[in-house]
């Protein structure tokens, strides 16, 4: 299992300005964490409650047909594209940048043992977008387009240019070039899907986006280039059967998701800093920010209240930013939770030669980049706390399917736990839906003309 120190958090080491007793507020909260965790457990299998997330690790239907369709096409294509913003991408994004080789896109489908290259479009930039239609053959491309409700225009808008691409290459085949994740039964992708004969996977009801990275949404993409899914289920229900346990001593979730809020409320730690040392699990931290800063900033409570919470998430990547953003962290105003990542064993071992053994640098020789890298992480967690910084660590033995699935898992559950501690609704997103409305009428969608005048005068003043 990953491990879980907090022990920097605590005010004997950064001071009762900046830390927690712990012990004392892990038993303050015991009671309520004990009843959140219960009460979420409870809730999960109920309609309308977007609690599925928490089953997608036993859903063997899903992982069955994933590996099913992913055999089927092996030696098909020689791409994968994934059509999707949010949500939709940056599960399977920062899955398949820890699993797959860093470069496997360069590699020989030999060095690939035949499985695809995989490419992410997750943004409506015109010119990266051109970029990759200049290099990317679509006619042996399989294009996963992933949007439940079927009617996200960034996504769509990739899609229709790539549907009307295809079409004038390979005709009325192109459908078999293109598999949808969307919804079960409703929604525009749905409806061209059974129209046009699309091979499709279901996004589940009561899953939101950024909580879909183990659906097909995040599954399938792994899957077709030939990453181990089994493993990541395995670890996810590991997980899972841990954090049901309902004392805060014995639940890491609960133990992050306390040290957050309470930082946050009591201590004014209004930001979150996900720093994994490795370059593996860069995309990890971009998910983390959605995941944070969607579930977590809100306007108003379940009471009604205008609250305006939310820490906000920020992302960095040791030992690169030791080097750009430390020298604040240390220094600059103490309002941040920095979060840790670091890896005992990696995949290789670098070792770094014994030259200029007389000279400033001869220290080196003879060492590991291996040891290195985890030399910065300590000494950097330590000068934090030199500097009365609170920060937690999460150690992963290595970076794998089983592991990774443990860490996904638990970042989710812990943030379904403290939307509970901050009494808000962690699974909407009205400040997000405002602007997709806003981008409706500009983009002259029926129904929205009003809203487009509306629009248009602010346009002009704002």
Avoid at 142 to 168: C, H, P, Y
Avoid at 268 to 279: A, D, E, R, W
């Amino acid at each position: 299992m990953i491990q879980f120190n907090c022990n920097n958090v605590s005010a004997m080491i950064v001071g009762e300005d900046n830390g927690l007793n712990l012990e004392e507020e892990f038993n303050n909260y015991q009671d309520k964490i004990k009843n959140i965790i219960a009460d979420l457990n409870q809730r999960k299998d109920k309609p309308g409650q977007w609690l599925q997330w928490m089953n997608l690790g036993y859903n063997e239907e899903t992982l069955w047909y994933v590996k099913e369709y992913a055999s089927m096409v092996l030696g098909r294509f020689e791409n994968i594209l994934v059509l999707g913003i949010g949500g939709s991408a940056l599960g399977g994004l920062a899955l398949s940048e820890a699993l797959l080789h860093p470069y496997w896109n360069l590699l020989s489908e030999e060095e690939r043992n035949g499985y695809p290259r995989i490419f992410f479009m997750d943004n409506i930039d015109p010119d990266s977008m051109n970029a990759l239609f200049d290099v990317l053959d679509l006619s042996k491309t399989l294009v996963n387009v992933i949007t439940k409700s079927g009617s996200t225009a960034e996504t769509m808008s990739q899609f229709l240019i790539i549907k009307d691409r295809l079409e004038k290459e390979l005709g009325d085949n192109y459908r078999y070039n293109i598999v949808a994740t969307t919804d079960k039964k409703t929604g525009v992708l749905r409806q061209i899907a059974e129209q046009e004969g699309y091979k499709t996977f279901v996004i589940p009801d009561d899953v939101g986006g950024r909580f879909s990275v183990f659906s097909a949404v995040g599954l399938l993409p792994l899957a077709l280039a030939g990453i181990d899914i089994d493993a990541i289920v395995n670890g996810i229900k590991d997980m899972d059967l841990a954090l049901k346990n309902t004392d805060i001593h014995e639940n890491i979730a609960a133990q992050n998701a306390l040290i957050h809020y309470l930082l946050d409320t009591k201590k004014g730690k209004s930001i979150s800093v996900m720093m994994p040392y490795s370059s593996k699990l860069k995309y990890v931290a971009d998910w983390y920010v959605q995941l944070w800063a969607e579930s977590l900033g809100k306007n108003t409570d379940k009471d009604g209240n205008n609250v305006n919470i939310g820490q906000t998430p920020i992302k960095a990547l040791g030992a690169t930013d030791q080097h750009s953003q430390i020298q604040l962290y240390n220094e600059g105003p103490n309002n941040k939770i920095i979060n840790f990542i670091r890896v005992k064993d990696f995949d290789t071992t670098l070792e770094i030669p014994n030259i200029f053994e007389y000279t400033g640098i001869g220290y080196l020789g003879g060492k590991t980049i291996n040891r290195l890298i985890n030399a910065e992480a300590d000494s950097t967690r330590v000068a934090l706390a030199d500097y009365k910084r609170p920060t937690v660590t999460i150690t992963l033995d290595k970076i794998d399917g089983y592991h990774l699935g443990q860490l996904l898992y638990m970042l989710e559950v812990q943030t379904a736990i403290a939307g509970e501690l901050y009494n808000i609704n962690t699974f909407n997103q009205p400040g997000v839906e405002q602007a997709k409305n806003y981008t409706y009428a500009l983009m002259g969608r029926a129904g929205y003309e009003e809203s487009a005048n509306e629009l248009n005068k602010k346009i002009q003043t704002v």
